[in-house]
């Protein structure tokens, strides 16, 4: 009797069993693991985003060019000052690091994305709050929680504050899965995003102080994108990486995968054209930047992939910023 319930005992363990070792199976369990707050900030962003950017601040800002490059991206229609307002502190100035992603909204009706900003560095939590309620006409801001996370709700956007020196600013619609990869229910990020992989290897990695990437074909699935000038090159591209290092010396290096090896050839034709047609202008040889247009400027084609390079003297990036600021205040001003 002792034998042959010895015998059921052993078949009931056989299946748990490794035949191979004899080691029982264990069953693995995957323990959700938070992100570090204070890590990769990309790993504080959702997956799925159709575009974002990376930006060291603190690097960025001891660069000559920085003042600069914030003037004309405004002249240019970068809604820079409204984005301050937006996080409610002067992130460009005062945050080390700055993340952003952008998301598509569900259904199939045109809309503009949906924000995700998470910015680092030191400002108040009080003050975020009550300059957030000043850009929402002073819409009284509402507590929540969600899975244990707290967000305040002001207008359309949501704060969040999981860390003294990290603030992370949100459509509303977004607070559930940001919340998720802050608790680490969602496994995955844009840090381990792999979309961009093959263009960031033709720019030699995600390397320098500036970074974005863009899935240009999903934006134009839901948004109306309109181009001007050189920027309409853009419109034969479907995946976009650039990335670029503003210390002194400037080098910014941008790759695209284009519709077509045609539409490729196109883009890098466009560029070389405009190139030579500044190049032959009088007051560009006055100004001394010849050699940046003849030599700084390169773009090369590799079936429907194509690369551009950037490289400036500090000397030469100085001029490119002061006449560019210079010739948007006339345009604005006839």
């Known amino acids: ?9 052993l078949s009931l363990l056989a299946p748990l069993s490794c035949a191979s070792t004899g080691t ?5 369990v995957e323990v959700a693991r938070p992100p570090d707050v204070h890590g990769e900030l990309l790993a504080l962003l959702p997956p799925g985003a159709v575009a974002w950017g990376r930006f060291e601040l603190a690097e960025a800002r001891r660069s000559p060019h920085f003042e600069g490059a914030l003037e004309v991206a405004t002249t240019l229609g970068a809604e820079v000052d409204s984005v301050q ?6 992130a460009l100035h005062q945050a080390e690091k700055l993340v952003f992603g952008v998301y598509l909204p569900p259904g199939t009706a045109a809309h503009a994305g949906w924000p995700v900003i ?45 860390a003294a020196d990290v603030v992370i600013v949100m459509e509303r619609s977004l607070v559930r899965r940001v919340a998720a990869g802050l608790l680490g229910a969602e496994r995955h990020s844009m840090n381990d995003d792999h979309r961009f992989d ?35 090159t853009g419109e034969g591209l479907d995946r976009l990486v650039a990335c670029g290092d503003v210390p002194g010396d400037v080098r910014v290096r941008v790759a695209g995968q284009a519709h077509s090896e045609a539409a490729a050839q196109e883009i890098a034709r466009l560029v ?4 030579r047609q500044l190049v032959g202008q009088l007051a560009v040889r006055l100004l001394g930047l010849g050699r940046l247009l003849r030599e700084g400027i390169t773009a090369h084609v590799e079936g429907d992939r194509v690369t551009l390079n950037v490289q400036a003297s500090t000397s030469e990036a100085g001029r490119v910023l002061r006449i560019s600021s210079a010739l948007q205040e006339l345009s604005a001003a006839e």
């Open 85 to 90: 307002r937006e996080l409610g502190f002067d």
């Open 272 to 275: 070389d054209a405009s190139t």
């Open 24 to 28: 029982p199976a264990v069953a693995v």
């Open 118 to 162: 998470v910015a680092r560095g030191a400002y108040d939590r009080a003050a975020v709050i009550r300059a957030a309620r000043a850009a929402a006409h002073d819409a009284a801001p509402e507590e929540g929680s969600e899975r244990a996370v707290p967000y305040t709700i002001v207008g359309s956007r949501a704060y969040m504050f999981p």
């Open 198 to 232: 093959d263009l960031w290897t033709l720019v030699e990695g995600r390397h320098g102080a500036l970074q974005v990437a863009t899935d240009l074909a999903a934006i134009r699935t839901r948004v109306n994108l309109r181009m001007r000038g050189m920027a309409r």
């Open 1 to 9: 009797m002792i034998r042959h319930r010895l015998a059921l005992v």
